[in-house]
């Protein structure tokens, strides 16, 4: 059995972090020791180290510098490595892809402006998210506004308050591209505080779909879900591979995300199209229980057709492109290499009878 250290940025990280990777671990013969959030120096690692005598460490922390690691195997996340130590390797989301579904999500809206939102500490991740977001937005003739946090300690009030500020002085509709689901949580809170309308006068986009947060907030909140069974997964492949001394083809690795989970806080429909929205929303939280597009058509004042046209003209597909699309993001979830569920059992969670369905659901036939 390998000891594996594991550095996380933050006690929430920690308490999801485990969810669902003892097994993983067991599996791959390693038991792992969880280091306090509060880490934050070389010194602080070296002393845990010498108290642990680990096989191999697991970062999750930008604070940390690679060379507090030189002698370890370690599997970095969210970040890129050196090319210095064969005892090193990386493992983030693929930033790119993540900007590029959140630019494909936001253009398709037809909004007056853009921005972005960093989180108060930013970190590699976030600015390479950005930056890729900015080019894609650049490309179709678009700019960014960024905000920048006040560099001074603001009570939250004052901090709500400066955001709302410069979100009311951006031309309107706009489009705000949220780091992660914790930062569109205070944008929402921004809005509310300037009572600006979501999604009418600021659509908004997070990224992770945190269901604790994104169903918690009115209205509900999109986020770009990420694959968290897949890093889970590789995280733990890459460590092992590295402390029994294995070569890895490639150093960087990096997972693409699910895709855009559509709520309320995107749905830019008029007075009149409320039914859509609420079709929609009916359609994210049950399309896995059997829900057909007559179930969702009954739901509209007006005939299936009438119906169906009405969704068509919000979304561009129709109400059965819609449930197809969220039973294919749940089978892309469930069919992960970590996965502990039969074939039957993850077609059952889709909302199919087969296995056979979920595989044309995934070629897209």
């Not at 936001?106 to 977001?133: G, K, N, Q």
């Not at 949580?185 to 990224?207: F, K, N």
């Not at 979830?333 to 087969?354: F, K, N, Q």
């Amino acid at each position: 059995m390998y000891t594996i250290l594991k550095f996380l940025r933050n006690d929430r990280a920690a308490s999801k972090g485990n969810v669902g990777t003892s097994n993983l671990y067991d599996r791959y013969g390693l038991s792992a020791k969880i280091a306090d959030a509060s880490v934050a120096t070389a010194k602080d690692v070296a002393e845990l180290i010498e108290f642990w005598h680990p096989d191999g460490c697991i970062v999750n922390n930008d604070k940390l510098p690679e060379a507090a690691f030189a002698k370890l195997p370690t599997v970095f996340l969210h970040r890129d490595i050196k090319p210095r130590s064969p005892r090193h390797a990386s493992l983030r989301l693929d930033e790119k892809a993540i900007a590029a579904a959140a630019a494909h999500h936001l253009l398709s809206l037809e909004l007056a402006s853009y921005a972005f939102v960093p989180p108060r500490v930013e970190e590699d991740w976030s600015r390479r998210r950005e930056r890729h977001f900015v080019h894609i937005l650049s490309l179709n003739g678009h700019g960014v506004a960024r905000y920048v946090h006040p560099s001074r300690r603001l009570s939250t009030p004052r901090r709500l308050g400066h955001l709302a500020a410069w979100l009311d002085g951006l031309p309107r509709p706009v489009g705000v591209f949220a780091a992660n689901d914790a930062v569109a949580a205070e944008v929402c809170a921004a809005c509310d505080h300037r009572r600006l309308s979501i999604p009418d006068d600021v659509a908004l986009l997070g990224v992770d779909n945190d269901e604790e947060i994104c169903e918690a907030l009115r209205p509900t909140l999109s986020s770009i879900a990420v694959d968290i069974p897949s890093i889970r997964y590789e995280v733990v492949r890459l460590i092992k591979l590295l402390v029994t001394k294995q070569r890895l083809k490639n150093r960087n690795s990096t997972i693409a995300p699910l895709g855009v989970v559509r709520r309320a806080s995107t749905f830019r429909a008029g007075e009149s199209d409320q039914a859509v929205v609420a079709a929609c929303e009916l359609i994210r939280r049950r399309a896995c229980d059997g829900l057909r597009a007559r179930d969702v058509a009954a739901t509209f004042p007006c005939g299936r057709r009438m119906a169906e046209l009405r969704f068509r003209a919000v979304l561009g597909h129709s109400i059965l492109d819609e449930i197809r699309a969220v039973r294919r993001a749940r089978a892309l979830a469930a069919t992960s290499p970590l996965r502990t569920r039969t074939r039957d059992e993850i077609a059952a969670s889709c909302g199919y009878a087969s296995w056979s369905s979920v595989l044309r659901l995934l070629k897209g036939d």
